[in-house]
């Protein structure tokens, strides 16, 4: 899809209400980037100016320090890309130690990403998390198909995702955003099962199942055999998933799934999306984001339009 | 460290299946080290998800050169790319080679293109010393006559012997080793795994030093997305992942944990 709201019209939409409130979190504009794409902040921060983006999500922190998967990891695609890093992560207590002062100097809403492999340890991060300053809010990963236990076997079953999500709101004040796997018969069914357990806000979507065989050798290609796609590949999954997940619960929806311009980021919105998130494309452009940006808002002026929140979930009937 | 729209100035073609190009990028340029790589977006691609990273070749007067060997889908689309066409450039990135060895030899080893970094390395020591040069066949030895220049001592190895000595380049430097055992070299190698492990090996038996540069697939190239990371010895004695990308690609030969 050609990219029209490319951020080349500089001067367009000046006066427009670009900021969002999502369940609590005041961001400048809806356009965050996404856990595992932005390291923990520093790994850009000379390529991005970070105080402009509407938020960051940090990499997925658990309890403990892991070690990750073996390589390979990753495996471009034609359109995007599979991994399989197994959520690498130096463990809540060094994050806090060796990230937070950082992320702390920068005028951005900082959203943890947690994961755990049993609910007690869901519980331990965010505990730990709970009285640090300067973060806005937690990510609860219930989908990564990249650990065997954990992860993605309480983003499957509503009930597992459900006791997940109510253990950790016990635990936390921060705003409680459980991101969802598109790999489930039901979208709305997750995305209700996780509202009623307290969920402030949900984000959608993790990757996609997936795999690649070298044929030469006959070998698959990630040393973990499967791994998780993103990309430009997924992005039309997203845009279902993000409706079917929109019309089912009340909560604010962080859309995302292979955002590489405007474009895609005001698709996901009209779906229902109430901000956006960038992935994969960080890797290509860095300056994604800011470019979506920009995109929104020449989209909004073109569209006699004032506000950026008046974009969610405008989708029309056919 | 810059982002930067890079005109191609000029392809050279050193061999079949080899190119040299020279792209415009004062930024980069002006603060590439050796052994630092840009982060190359080709335009026009769009299936192309990810960046490819290239070692630097040359930097001067606003230009660097890259030099590669078109071996899949990012070096193929960019073999078609002409003088005038722009790609975007993200460098210089990583961690280059330490370039201060007061007093001591540098000996360099280089496998086909892993030359590129050391032939920019040779141009910014302040000694003189000895390059081996190896690969497959004679199409596959590169940047000679950069050397030549810089009056360095060449020695080439090929696995068919159609140049130089006939064998693994690492072998023709072991041999250079045991006869000159009086001259305590830093190595400097970049090359395929198998050779850089060798190189480790005669490295370490002999007490020297050698800064190795490695090649990895990478995702982001600045140490977000931990796909290029490789397996290293802290100076504490634990295991664990550094990245390439951005703690590397150069490492000492003792850091690096060989699978």
Known sequence: MPCKYDGNMSNAGKNLDMTVDLAGIRMKNPVMVASGTFGYGPEYADFVNLSELGAIVVKGISAEPCEGNPVPRMVEVKSGLVNAIGLQNPGVAKFIKEYMPFLRKHDVPVIVNIWGKSVEEYERVAGCLNDVEGIAGLEVNISCPNIKEGGIAFGTDPKSAGRVVSAVRKQTRLTLIPKLSPNVPDIGVMARAVEDAGADAVSLINTMPAMVIDIETRKPVLANTVGGLSGPAVHPVAVKLVWEAWKAVKIPIIGMGGITCAEEAIELMIAGASAVAVGTANFTDPSTASRVVKGIREYLARHGMACVKDLTGSIKTR | ?259
């Not at chain 2, 910014?124 to 030895?141: C, N, P």
């Not at chain 2, 810089?150 to 693994?168: C, F, Q, V």
């Open chain 2, 1 to 259: 460290m810059n982002i930067e729209q890079a005109q191609i100035k000029e392809v050279q073609k050193p061999g079949e299946q080899y190119r040299i190009i020279v792209l415009n990028c004062p930024a980069i340029a002006g603060s590439a080290a050796p052994g630092q790589f840009v982060h190359m977006l080709l335009p026009g691609l769009k299936d192309i998800t990810l960046r490819r990273p290239f070692s630097i070749f040359k930097a001067e007067d606003g230009n660097i050169a890259i030099l590669y060997k078109i071996v899949g889908r990012g070096t193929s689309a960019l073999s078609m790319l002409a003088a005038g066409d722009e790609v975007d450039l993200m460098g210089p990135l990583g961690k280059g080679f330490p370039c201060d060895i007061a007093g001591e030899i540098p000996v360099l080893v280089a496998g086909g293109y892993g030359v590129a970094p050391l032939a920019f390395l040779a141009k910014r020591l302040k000694t003189q010393g000895v390059i081996f040069i190896g690969g497959a066949s004679a199409a596959d030895i590169l940047c000679v006559k950069e050397f030549e220049k810089l009056n360095w001592e060449i020695r080439i190895a090929t696995e068919d012997g159609s140049m130089g000595d006939k064998g693994l380049v690492t072998e023709v430097l072991k041999a250079w080793l045991d006869k000159n055992p009086e001259r305590r070299p830093v190595l400097y190698a970049c090359g395929p795994d198998g050779m850089l492990k060798a190189v480790s090996g005669l490295a370490v038996d002999r007490d020297l030093k050698a800064w190795l540069s490695l090649d990895k697939h990478m995702g982001c190239g600045v140490g977000a997305c931990l796909a290029c990371v490789q397996k290293l010895k802290f100076p504490d004695g634990h295991t664990g992942w550094g990245r390439v990308c951005k703690d590397g690609p150069v490492f000492e030969a003792r850091e690096i944990v060989w699978n």
